[in-house]
């Protein structure tokens, strides 16, 4: 399902609506209804229409008399001193304690303020209720308490302040409709959810939001049909809300197949053709439905009317890497990253990768040393990687000793690493060795097992290598990994065909969709002499990852099919991605080209 972000203005808005700053404030920790059909605004940056102040819903003649003695002062001075001081609790219980001694309304006010921000809902609640009570006027007051009340689960408390709830200007309803789903605890009843719902709705068929705030009730307790028929009330009061749009979106994309999803999507973009939000969900939904083709052309039709949109060049980049295009996908990150991009690490990432894949070693290693935050232990994992590869063996050794490894599962990595560099140095008996006093350290890691089964097959070691894939099958069965390895090992250096086709099948079923099992399975065919069958399933892996050995053995049943032309040229084009690639350089010499 598609999933867009919530937009929520400062927390300052108190002043100007009560319902938002509450949201505001519980959305870090808020435990709002656990759907798979909670929606969420659109993360577009909207213009904040001003409001004029609230009617407080006091008179200066109702306030209590009181003395303001040095006691209250002391009181009311420290309370701020510790909100200025960045001392929220403290300022939050001097304020509520005021608000108990004084009963005045203003006091209770300030008492709600700050024990949001401190995080403090039940005293928030207490105070909300001195507020009501010594302002019964007050609207700000009640729909505080009313949205105090739905996030504490005391649903049953709050059918009395609906009423007076309900007399609030309906611009603030509003607000508080689109924000209703994210006050429910997760423990709330739902026919208790459904009856509030309802009844705080009550009278508002003509409001949208109320009607979206249905919608959602009716989706989180799984009547898609029912919220729907809601959403499509609320577009023929507000035609083609951008809100109630991409909550139908999102509800018709659960469905299988999702083409109502697309062809409502689709109408709303010729019918709003200024919206940027519709094409950029559009290219979301078709991307999470495995389409990356039309993914990545609705991401190229944004790019065509704005070529600074950023998501669309992070989105083709993408689709362009998964598809091994790396001049695309480097063009698109660089632009990306230029034009501030909010995940600049992460691209730096992904630029690094493209060039290591590329065989610019060099360009690979600037970019992994530019990664920072998150992604950082990502690019420094690839580092000795690269440096081996460029055969700078003490560099690499250096960038190793220097990666860090405190948890098992770190020091597990760290070895796994350190058998790649030797392995990239060519020297795999060193790697074995590596690998061998790791698993004796951590015998029940199926990583290190793996990985010397990998490094035992280049030696031509073939009964150690299949010894540890079939270790590691024993620990876990369906480890599809180790099924494909053992399979094609099987069947690239074996005549034991018929046990590689049970390993592979186990692995395919596991996996259909991934292409380095299809390759797997289509040089088993191949080997078996089932050479129609060989080339479908090469073609298919080789379509979905252009991967040098996967083209050698496409090019290699090409061959062996009378197809010589594309053969070569399945061939040339794997030698430009990699020019010094072993298997592809001996696959053409072997076939005389």
Not at 14 to 20: A, I, K
Not at 206 to 214: D, G, I, Q, S, V
Not at 270 to 278: A, E, F, L, T
């Amino acid at each position: 399902m598609v999933l867009i972000h919530l937009f929520f203005p400062e927390t300052a808005m108190f002043l100007r609506s009560s319902v938002l700053l509450l949201v505001s404030v519980l959305l870090g920790g808020c435990a709002a209804l656990q759907s798979r059909t909670v929606p969420v605004v659109a993360e577009t940056e909207q213009p904040q229409e001003e409001v004029a102040p609230r009617e407080e819903g006091w008179r200066t003649e109702d306030l209590p008399r009181i003395d303001l003695s040095a006691e209250l002062l002391i009181r009311f001075l420290a309370g701020d001193i510790a909100a200025q001081r960045d001392q929220p609790d403290l300022a939050a219980k001097s304020w509520f304690d005021l608000a108990q001694r004084t009963r005045d309304p203003r006091a209770a006010r300030r008492a709600v303020e700050l024990s949001l921000n401190a995080g403090q809902m039940a005293m928030a609640q207490d105070a909300a209720q001195i507020w009501v009570e010594a302002a019964p006027q007050s609207l700000l007051a009640k729909q505080l308490l009313v949205s105090l009340l739905i996030r504490a689960n005391r649903l049953a408390e709050v059918e009395a302040y609906v009423p007076g709830f309900l007399k609030a200007p309906p611009r603030e309803l509003a607000d508080f409709f689109m924000q209703l789903h994210l006050l429910w605890d997760r423990k709330a009843e739902p026919a208790q959810v459904a009856k509030l719902t309802l009844l705080l709705t009550a009278g508002q068929d003509k409001l949208p939001e109320a009607r979206f705030a249905r919608a959602v009730m009716h989706a989180s307790q799984a009547r898609e049909a029912a919220a729907i028929v809601e959403l499509n009330e609320a577009l023929i009061l507000r035609p083609w809300w951008e809100q109630a749009v991409l909550y139908k979106v999102q509800l018709l994309a659960q469905r299988t197949p999702p083409d109502a999803a697309f062809a409502f999507l689709r109408d709303a973009i010729d019918k709003n053709p200024m919206q940027q939000v519709y094409p950029l969900t559009l290219a979301r939904l078709l991307n999470e439905a495995n389409r990356p083709a039309e993914a990545r052309a609705a991401y190229e039709a944004i790019l065509a009317r704005q070529p600074d949109q950023i998501e669309a060049l992070v989105g083709v980049g993408l689709l362009a890497l998964q598809a091994r295009d790396f001049e695309v996908a480097h063009q698109m990150f660089s632009s990306a990253l230029g034009r501030g991009a909010k995940n600049p690490n992460l691209l730096r990432y992904y630029l690094g990768q493209i060039e290591e894949e590329r065989h610019r070693l060099r360009e690979a290693l600037g970019w992994y040393r530019q990664v920072g935050g998150d992604n950082a232990r990502s690019a420094q994992q690839r580092i000795p990687r690269v440096l081996a590869k460029l055969g700078e063996q003490e560099a690499a050794l250096r960038a190793l000793a220097d990666f860090p490894a405190l948890s098992n599962a770190e020091k597990i990595e760290k070895i796994q690493i350190e058998g790649q560099v030797w392995r990239e140095l060519k020297q795999p008996v060193r790697g074995i060795e590596v690998l061998t006093k790791g698993i004796a350290q951590f015998p029940d890691a199926v990583d290190l097992y793996y990985d010397r089964s990998l490094m035992a097959e280049q030696l031509n070691d073939l009964a150690a290598g299949e010894a540890d894939l079939r270790h590691v099958l024993k620990i876990q069965p369906g480890n599809v990994m180790a099924l494909n390895a053992l399979g094609y090992m099987l069947a690239n250096h074996t005549d034991r065909l018929a046990e590689a086709e049970k390993l592979l099948e186990q692995a395919i079923a596991g996996e259909p969709d991934n292409p380095v099992i299809i390759d797997s399975l289509g040089w088993l065919r191949f080997r078996q002499g089932r050479l129609k069958d060989a080339a479908g399933l090469l073609e298919k892996a080789y379509a979905q990852l252009p991967d040098p050995e996967i083209a050698a053995h496409y090019a290699e049943v090409l061959w062996q099919s009378g197809d010589r032309k594309k053969a070569r040229g399945v061939l040339e084009a794997a030698l430009q991605l990699d020019p010094e690639n072993e298997i592809v350089l001996e696959t053409r010499k072997r076939l005389g080209l």
